[in-house]
């Protein structure tokens, strides 16, 4: 079993950044691979962006060059900077694991991009 931890969200004017954060029970290089997802209110979840064990990342295209994922081995944390954010970047954010054992997912933290 593997248990995720999100932080990091909030309200953001557009233009504005954020950093998330998941925080994972294990050891995230014994973790096939890490990545976020988002749901916004009346719409099916969606991938935004994947970093597997070696720290190989890909992104959605609607998130590509303006968010980065990244990992600090050292704190078993995999983290979500988002920058230029948009009013459609509103959702709940969901950090997610896939393993040999599952797939995991975290509660959620709620980023809300608005003026």
């Known amino acids: 079993q593997v248990q995720l931890v999100e932080s990091g969200g909030g309200l953001v004017q557009p233009g504005g950044s954020l950093r998330l954060s998941c925080a994972a029970s294990?050891?995230?290089?014994?973790?096939?691979?890490m990545g976020w997802y988002r749901q916004a209110p009346g719409k099916q979840r969606e991938w935004v962006a994947r970093?597997?064990?070696?720290?190989?990342?890909m992104y959605a295209d609607s998130v590509k060059g303006r968010f980065t994922i990244s990992r600090i081995v050292a704190k078993d944390t995999v983290y979500l900077q988002m920058n230029s954010l948009k009013p459609d970047d509103t959702a709940v954010y969901y950090c997610?694991?896939?393993?040999?054992?599952?797939?995991?997912w975290g509660q959620g933290t709620q980023v809300t991009v608005s003026s």
């Open positions: 294990t050891r995230i290089v014994s973790i096939n691979a």
């Open positions: 997610n694991a896939v393993d040999s054992s599952g797939v995991y």
């Open positions: 970093i597997g064990n070696v720290g190989n990342t």
